[in-house]
């Protein structure tokens, strides 16, 4: 397993821009899919993104497509979610996500490490 720690949550307006930073501890975080997962009050955490362990692959949640991104620099143990256009709808606590499957699941089971969240709220 790895440790995950999330950092760049906060409150936006609609329409503005944030940037996640999910930092992992370990020597492996090169062999790790990652992902990023959100829970709003009352609701099912959700998947929003995964990026493959080369960055080779990535895979979205419709609701986020063409306004997120997702990317990851294995030199510095760091994957990112860039969020642009944001809406209120996007208020959630984002949290990253690892496990050693190919590729990036949506299955909250399927993965094995998770950091404590970062809350981003945006604001309409």
């Known amino acids: 397993q790895v440790q995950l720690v999330e950092s760049g949550g906060g409150l936006v307006q609609a329409g503005g821009s944030l940037r996640l930073s999910c930092a992992a501890s370990g020597r492996f975080f090169s062999s790790y899919t990652m992902a990023w997962f959100r829970q709003a009050p009352g609701k099912e955490r959700e998947f929003v993104a995964g990026?493959?362990?080369?960055?080779?692959?990535?895979r979205y949640a419709d609701s986020v497509k063409g306004r997120f991104t997702i990317s990851r620099d294995n030199g510095k143990n760091t994957v990112y979610l860039q969020m642009n256009s944001l809406k209120p709808e996007d208020t959630a606590v984002y949290s990253c996500?690892?496990?050693?499957?190919?590729?990036?699941?949506?299955?909250?089971?399927?993965?094995?490490?998770w950091g404590q969240g970062t809350q981003v709220t945006v604001s309409s």
């Open positions: 996500a690892a496990h050693l499957r190919p590729m990036p699941t949506v299955v909250v089971s399927d993965y094995d490490s």
């Open positions: 990026i493959s362990w080369s960055g080779g692959s990535t």
